[in-house]
Structure formats: C-alpha cells, structure tokens
C-alpha cells in the first residue's frame, strides 16, 4: 500500500473540505469555476445542499462555548481566473456539526466572512459529521465584492 506524501493529503484534504465553488446568489449570474493556478483544472462543482440560510453574522470563528467535535482550522485564497487575489470576496459559510445536524432555526455553524487584501481568508470550525447521502463537507458561497 502506497501512503500519499503530506502534501497530496493536505491537498485532497483542502480539496474536499473547501470546494471554492462560485455560486448563483439570487439576482446574480452564474460564474464559471475558477481554474486552479497549479494546473491541476477547475475545480468540479457540487449541489448546494437545501440548508442555506441568508444574513448570517460575519465571523472568522463559528465555535461556540461547549460545541463538541475536532477543531478544523481552513484557509484559503480568492482569486481570479487569472490568478489574482480578489480582495473584500464574500464568503459565506454554513455546516453540519459533529452528529451531522444542521441549525434550521439559529445561526449555529454559520456565518460570513471577507477576504483580506491579498485574496485571503481563515474559518475556525469542526470537522462537520456525516448525514444519510452526504459526505463530510462544508458548504461556501463566494461573491466577488460589489
């Protein structure tokens, strides 16, 4: 059995955790996804998923006091198709917690946040749990600053 080097894993991990899907926000067009600069192509795109929920609080951290699961800490970059940094993108967030479960009433895992000067941006979170037909993952809508 071959073990993938720290790299590919950290990779693949970053890949499947942070799909950098630009998304139709209502009254917005669809963009095409962002090619990687790497050269390894676009990324592939996913269903939405039913639960998001507009106006969440801008936050860099959705832990809350006695929330259970495995810190997750993920960074990213915003960038163009030409692989510039897009500075003020709109990232908004939402997810699973640890037992699979969505907050349909709250605000709880959920929240927005915006890129830094150079196209940036840090989520402190927990590893989402599983639910029946999904994958461990978490969802992000990206919008490029107005």
Same mark, same amino acid.
């Given at each position: 059995m071959e073990f993938p080097t720290r790299r590919r894993f950290l990779n693949t991990a970053l890949t499947v955790l942070a799909l950098p899907l630009v998304e139709s926000w209502p009254g917005h067009a669809v963009a095409q996804p962002t090619p990687s600069c790497g050269g390894e192509g676009p990324t592939r795109p996913e269903t939405e998923g039913p639960y998001f929920k507009p106006r969440s609080p801008e936050r860099w951290s959705l832990l809350e006091s006695g929330m259970k699961g495995r810190l997750l800490i993920l960074t990213g970059s915003v960038i163009t198709t030409a692989c510039r940094p897009?500075?003020?993108? %709109?990232? &908004?967030?939402?997810?699973? &917690?640890?037992?699979?479960?969505? &907050?349909?009433?709250?605000?709880? %895992?959920?929240?927005?946040?915006?890129? &830094?000067?150079?196209?940036?941006?840090?989520?402190?979170?927990?590893?989402?749990?599983?639910?029946?037909?999904?994958t461990r993952h978490i969802h992000v809508k990206v919008q490029a600053p107005v």
């Open positions: 897009v500075a003020r993108a %709109l990232l &908004d967030f939402w997810q699973a &917690d640890a037992s699979g479960e969505y &907050d349909n009433t709250g605000f709880r %895992l959920r929240g927005h946040q915006y890129s &830094d000067t150079m196209g940036r941006y840090r989520l402190e979170t927990v590893v989402p749990g599983r639910y029946v037909g999904r």
